[in-house]
């Protein structure tokens, strides 16, 4: 009877996703880590009555790491471009009396789960980064005439100091990290906001999407002295039994670990444990996030990344605008359990 109940007892820390106290390691259940499937994203704009419509839309790319095959939807001209880290396709044209138009790309992509050890051991120190990317990606920075990266404010500046407890760059954005799923709460706007909040509004108000979530946190990283950036993608989530995507934002922060010294940080998780948030979010970024955009420390970066397009039109028409973003054919090619170990050692097994 004792080694059915212990037997018993092991079962469902397995399936609780805790077995701490028995391996020193704890596992989280499966999940997908390769999916493939098929994005489109872009505009369908409809037009009424007889006139001229000019139209400027630049449509970044998904990441190059994952991207498979590349469509361009609509039969108009466009060029390439590169702006930072990112590749574009750039339309600008002029049309007459035209009804209909649709605009953007369609992709395949094959995407696997990436992360990094929890064991820091192996990052720079704040002292030792780059004074140019320290320059770049540690100021303020806004969109039009409202900042939202807000680096100088002084309650930013006072939460910052007060979480840079060593001088190693991943201890510090893990510490701001757990300040921030510790005092903030996700929320999903209702209504569509014409600007995100800024970093100062989002801590007054304790809670944000992920937009926002991720503003106060690069703002405090930048404040304590590491580099951050925004991203902005999307997020395969399932539903129903089904697939459907989602825009989205996160941080990334630069600890000389990762992809070129970058490591991704999930700021809109809803698990409600810090402990769990850092297993899941911190230095992770899993299969179902695509990079589409990465902010290169610039006011006109940050402005691209909330406004893609742009039209002109005579007096007599009339425009409906509607962005359209589809994904289809998800297949999931593996499922691992995320294991993180006492060490720090985190991998999926």
Same mark, same amino acid.
């Given at each position: 009877?004792?080694?059915?109940?212990?037997?018993?007892?092991?079962?469902?820390?397995?399936?609780?996703?805790?077995?701490?106290?028995?391996?020193?390691?704890?596992?989280?259940?499966?999940?997908?880590?390769?999916i493939?499937? $098929?994005?489109?994203?872009?505009?369908?704009?409809n037009?009424?009555?007889?006139?001229?419509?000019?139209?400027?839309?630049?449509?970044?790319?998904?990441d190059?790491? $994952?991207?498979?095959?590349?469509s361009?939807?609509?039969?108009?001209?466009?060029?390439?471009?590169?702006?930072?880290?990112?590749?574009?396709?750039?339309?600008?044209?002029?049309?007459?009396?035209v $009804?209909?138009?649709?605009?953007?790309?369609?992709?395949?992509?094959?995407?696997?789960a990436?992360?990094?050890?929890?064991?820091?051991?192996?990052?720079c120190?704040?002292?030792?980064?780059?004074?140019?990317?320290?320059?770049?990606?540690?100021?303020?920075?806004?969109?039009?005439n409202?900042?939202?990266?807000?680096v100088?404010?002084?309650?930013?500046?006072?939460?910052?100091?007060?979480?840079?407890?060593?001088?190693?760059?991943?201890?510090?954005?893990?510490?701001?990290?757990?300040?921030?799923?510790?005092?903030?709460?996700?929320?999903?706007?209702?209504?569509?906001?014409?600007?995100p909040?800024?970093?100062?509004?989002?801590?007054?108000?304790?809670?944000?999407?992920?937009?926002?979530?991720?503003?106060?946190?690069?703002?405090l990283?930048?404040?304590?002295?590491?580099?951050?950036?925004?991203?902005?993608?999307?997020l395969?989530?399932?539903?129903?039994?089904?697939?459907?995507?989602?825009?989205?934002?996160w941080?990334?922060?630069?600890?000389?670990?990762?992809?070129?010294?970058?490591?991704p940080?999930?700021?809109?998780?809803?698990?409600?444990?810090?402990?769990?948030?850092?297993?899941?979010?911190?230095?992770?970024?899993?299969?179902?996030?695509?990079?589409?955009?990465?902010?290169?420390?610039?006011?006109?970066?940050?402005?691209?990344?909330?406004?893609?397009? $742009?039209?002109w039109?005579?007096?007599?028409?009339?425009?409906?605008?509607?962005?359209?973003?589809?994904?289809?054919?998800?297949?999931?090619?593996?499922?691992?359990?995320?294991?993180?170990?006492?060490?720090?050692?985190?991998?999926?097994?």
């Amino acid at each position: 009877m004792r080694n059915y109940i212990l037997f018993l007892s092991i079962i469902i820390l397995i399936f609780s996703g805790c077995l701490d106290n028995l391996f020193g390691e704890v596992i989280y259940e499966k999940t997908p880590t390769t999916i493939e499937y $098929k994005i489109s994203y872009g505009y369908i704009i409809n037009v009424s009555g007889n006139g001229k419509i000019n139209i400027t839309y630049t449509c970044p790319l998904p990441d190059a790491h $994952k991207l498979q095959n590349l469509s361009i939807v609509g039969n108009y001209p466009y060029r390439k471009a590169k702006y930072g880290e990112n590749e574009m396709i750039v339309w600008s044209f002029e049309k007459e009396n035209v $009804k209909s138009i649709k605009l953007g790309i369609s992709a395949e992509i094959i995407s696997n789960a990436f992360l990094v050890s929890l064991n820091g051991s192996n990052a720079c120190d704040i002292e030792d980064i780059n004074q140019h990317l320290k320059k770049i990606y540690c100021r303020d920075e806004g969109i039009e005439n409202k900042t939202l990266i807000q680096v100088t404010n002084g309650e930013i500046k006072t939460i910052a100091d007060k979480l840079r407890t060593s001088n190693n760059t991943f201890d510090v954005g893990k510490n701001i990290f757990v300040w921030l799923k510790t005092h903030t709460t996700y929320v999903y706007h209702q209504e569509e906001q014409k600007a995100p909040q800024s970093a100062i509004e989002t801590l007054k108000l304790k809670a944000g999407d992920c937009d926002d979530l991720s503003i106060l946190y690069i703002s405090l990283c930048r404040s304590a002295g590491i580099p951050a950036r925004l991203v902005k993608g999307y997020l395969i989530v399932e539903e129903d039994n089904d697939y459907k995507v989602i825009p989205h934002a996160w941080a990334e922060i630069y600890t000389g670990m990762g992809e070129n010294g970058w490591i991704p940080v999930e700021c809109a998780g809803i698990s409600g444990d810090a402990d769990t948030e850092v297993h899941q979010n911190f230095g992770v970024e899993d299969a179902f996030h695509l990079k589409v955009y990465v902010d290169n420390g610039t006011n006109e970066s940050l402005n691209l990344s909330f406004e893609e397009l $742009k039209v002109w039109y005579e007096k007599s028409l009339h425009l409906d605008i509607n962005p359209f973003l589809e994904v289809s054919d998800v297949h999931v090619m593996n499922y691992k359990n995320l294991v993180v170990k006492k060490n720090g050692e985190r991998f999926y097994r």
